[in-house]
């Protein structure tokens, strides 16, 4: 569970480096009685829909998709970034909703030059999705059947649409391509400072991966370049309206922005960081900023599908880890819209998905030199406390949830306050410490209702089909003095 445990790291992190906050009030780690549990299955016996989970079609998903329709934007998660069911089914939920005109815009967990990538191939028929999904801009657990797939259906679709479907990256971890787009811009209009800028932005260069050179820099340069982010965004705040209205300043202006939200959400990870400085808001960071991406980006009336992980769409956080100022992508959105915004979760008892598997390293961290990158585990999230367990007893094999049909009742409302594991893995898992609660290393379960307005859950699951893409050529990084 990324989120949480990310959540606790940075209380605990904070209170270790001296960080001045209030500590919050921690969720009772009593588990559910028989009888809440018994209350809770018949509520999803009795409301949840179930469907086969190897033939539903649109006829299964229209209920969802009306359900879900009328949100502005439609934040829908998986369980792990690797496994093929959740993914599977967001696609074609992302389908469904587009054939019924809900939506227009997809907006992705990605770098913003990937999407804008993704974008032109969809919309125009140009460029090779393949090799995007090859570059340093797009995350690999994503080269994969169930994304690709939805990618030439947008395509087939566009070609014949009203209102083409249109994609937009959100993410802020690629300020070498995002700077690079912003200063040839500048370059056109102001090249003295755009030439000074880019030798202010020293060993930055597109190509490489940033957080190789977050790792390599100096401190000096770091500091340079976060400064150099800072003015390229103030030159496009204060542009001349003639500039402003130039072919491209929109575009441009995206790029110096996400370029500098790049550097702040490394900011304190660096090993020379002075970590007393980050407070728990820190660690929320590039959420914060992917949802403040996604409500920029919305055109007026436009309505948007979200692609990203369960914690990232959540459209609420649990009440101590909001007091300690985190926020998700979902909840920065769910702020400002309220009610037109909807989350869709996942879970699922039991099955294999691909992840980076490490192993636990001598201080209780993921020891990252073990790492074996999108391998295959096989792991369980149906043992008592763990939310497959609890849908098993259902008796379906795959079933979807409105969390508003939950009955107003004692037990039910108790039992929404249990800890339960929902089988959350990140693009890293550590077998040896797969939810286990460890309030040392912050991983604790959640409650089962937070955050998503729907939750699916597949019986089974199996590994994502990856495509057979290798890592692009690593571009050496020199770092200025």
């Not at 690079?180 to 800028?197: C, E, Y």
């Not at 003639?242 to 939200?261: C, D, H, L, N, S």
Request: aromatic share 10%; glycine share 8%; net charge negative.
């Amino acid at each position: 569970m990324r989120f949480f445990t990310l959540a606790m790291a940075a209380l605990l992190w904070a209170h270790g480096t001296g960080g001045a906050f209030a500590q919050p009030a921690m969720p009772d780690p009593a588990p559910a009685t028989v009888e809440e549990e018994a209350a809770a299955i018949a509520w999803l016996k009795d409301k949840g829909i179930a469907f086969d989970p190897s033939a539903y079609d649109g006829d299964t998903l229209a209920p969802l998709a009306q359900r879900l329709g009328r949100a502005r934007i439609v934040g829908i998660g998986e369980a792990t970034h690797g496994s093929h069911q959740d993914q599977a089914f967001k696609a074609e939920l992302i389908k469904q909703l587009v054939r019924s005109g809900e939506v227009t815009a997809l907006l992705l967990e990605a770098n913003r030059d990937a999407g804008e990538q993704f974008d032109r191939y969809v919309r125009e028929g140009t460029g090779d999705p393949a090799a995007v999904m090859r570059t340093g801009s797009f995350f690999r657990i994503w080269r994969n059947d169930e994304f690709a797939g939805l990618l030439l259906w947008l395509r087939a679709w566009n070609q014949n649409a009203a209102n083409p479907v249109r994609i937009v990256g959100l993410d802020c971890q690629d300020a070498g391509r995002d700077s690079a787009v912003a200063l040839d811009f500048i370059a056109a209009h102001d090249p003295a400072k755009a030439a000074q800028w880019a030798a202010d932005m020293g060993g930055l260069k597109p190509g490489g991966r940033f957080v190789d050179w977050v790792d390599t820099s100096s401190r000096a340069e770091f500091d340079r370049v976060m400064a150099t982010t800072a003015a390229l965004v103030q030159w496009f705040e204060s542009a001349a309206p003639a500039v402003r209205a130039a072919p491209g300043f929109a575009r441009a202006r995206f790029a110096a922005i996400t370029a500098q939200q790049a550097l702040a959400a490394f900011e304190f990870d660096r090993e020379d960081a002075d970590k007393s400085k980050a407070d728990p808001a820190y660690f929320s960071r590039r959420d914060r900023f992917m949802g403040e991406n996604a409500i920029a980006m919305l055109a007026p009336g436009e309505r948007a599908v979200l692609w990203a992980h369960d914690s990232h769409v959540m459209r609420d956080v649990p009440g101590f880890v909001r007091a300690m100022g985190f926020q998700t992508l979902g909840s920065t959105i769910g702020d400002r819209l309220g009610a037109d915004y909807a989350a869709v979760g996942f879970t699922w008892s039991k099955g294999s998905f691909r992840s980076t598997i490490t192993a636990l390293g001598p201080d209780g961290a993921p020891d990252l030199r073990t790492r074996r990158n999108l391998d295959v585990v096989s792991l369980a999230n149906n043992r008592p406390g763990e939310l497959g367990n609890l849908f098993d007893r259902t008796g379906a094999q795959a079933m979807w949830i409105d969390m508003a049909t939950r009955p107003a009742t004692p037990l039910i409302a108790s039992w929404a306050t249990r800890p339960y594991w929902r089988g959350w893995a990140g693009a890293v898992v550590v077998p040896d410490a797969w939810q286990i609660s460890d309030p040392a290393t912050g991983q604790i379960p959640g409650d089962p209702v937070v955050g998503h307005d729907v939750l699916v859950w597949f019986q089974t699951i199996s590994p994502t089909r990856l495509w057979p893409l290798a890592d692009p050529p690593i571009t050496p990084i020199a770092s200025a003095p």
